[in-house]
C-alpha cells in the first residue's frame, strides 16, 4: 500500500469510525462558545465592578482558552473517555501496524484528521463567541476578532503536536496523565499570571489594537509549523519503538 493509498485508508476509517466524536466536539465548542461569551461581555461591558472578579474572569478566560482551545483538534467520543480503563487507540495503532501501511501515513492520516476539525471547530466557537457578545463587538471589530482566532489557531495547531506525540506515542493511561498534567500546569501558569496582573487574553487583544497583530501571527504560525514538523517526526520515531503488545 503507497502513501496516498494509505492515507485515503486511514481518513475513510476516522470518518467512519470518528464522525459522531467529531459532531461532539463541535457540539462541546458551541456550548464554550455561548458560556463564555457572556462572561467577556460582561469585562468588555465594565459591569464587573469588583477587581477580585474582574481578575477572577480574565484568568478563567486565559485557562479555559489554553486548555480548552486544542480539544477542539481532538474527538469527543466512547473511546476517548475511556483511554485510562480500555486503550482503543493503542489496539487501534496495533491494528494498523499490523497492515501493509507505512507508519509515517499513520501519523499523517491523525494529524490531517486535525487540520480538519481545529479550524472548523475553533471558528465555530469563536463565531459564536463574538455573536453573543455586544459590547465585546463594539469594543473589538470583526479583523481584530479574526487576528485574535488567528493567534488562538496557531496555538492550536502547535499544541496539538504536543497530544497526539502522546496519543499514538504512550499508553492510555500516561496519556490521560499527560492531560490532567497539562491542566494543572496551565492553572498554574495562569494563576501566577493573573497574581502579577498579566491577563494574556487581554494583552493579545492589546497588541493587536496596537496594530502588531498580523506580525504577531505571522511568528505565531511560523512557530506552529516548526512545532507540527517536530511534532510528526518525534511521533513517528517514538511510535517506531513503542511496544503494542497488550
Known sequence: ??????????????????????????LFAIYMGAVMGPNLNSIWAGEVKAEGVAKFL???????YLTMF?????????????????D???KRLAHWRAMPIPLAVIVKGRFLQMAFTLPVVGAVFLVLQYSVSPDLRGAITPSQWLENGLLWMC????????????ELGFS????VQFYMGYMLLMAIIVTTWTWQGFHLFKHMIQVIDNGNGWMLILIMAIA??????????????????RSLTF
Open 88 to 90: 482503543q487507540y493503542s
Open 58 to 64: 480574565y484568568g478563567m478566560t486565559d485557562w479555559l
Open 70 to 86: 486544542p480539544v477542539y483538534g481532538m474527538v469527543m467520543n466512547k473511546s476517548a473517555w475511556g483511554m485510562w480503563k480500555d
Open 224 to 241: 506552529a509549523i516548526a512545532a507540527t514538523w517536530i511534532g510528526y517526526r518525534a511521533t513517528v520515531n517514538r511510535i517506531r519503538g
Open 1 to 26: 500500500m503507497n502513501d496516498r493509498q494509505g492515507v485515503k485508508y486511514i481518513g475513510s476509517y476516522i470518518w467512519r469510525r470518528e464522525r459522531l466524536g467529531i459532531f461532539f466536539t463541535f
Open 172 to 175: 492510555g493511561r500516561k496519556y
Open 155 to 166: 496555538y492550536g495547531f502547535a499544541a496539538n503536536a504536543l497530544y497526539i506525540w502522546f
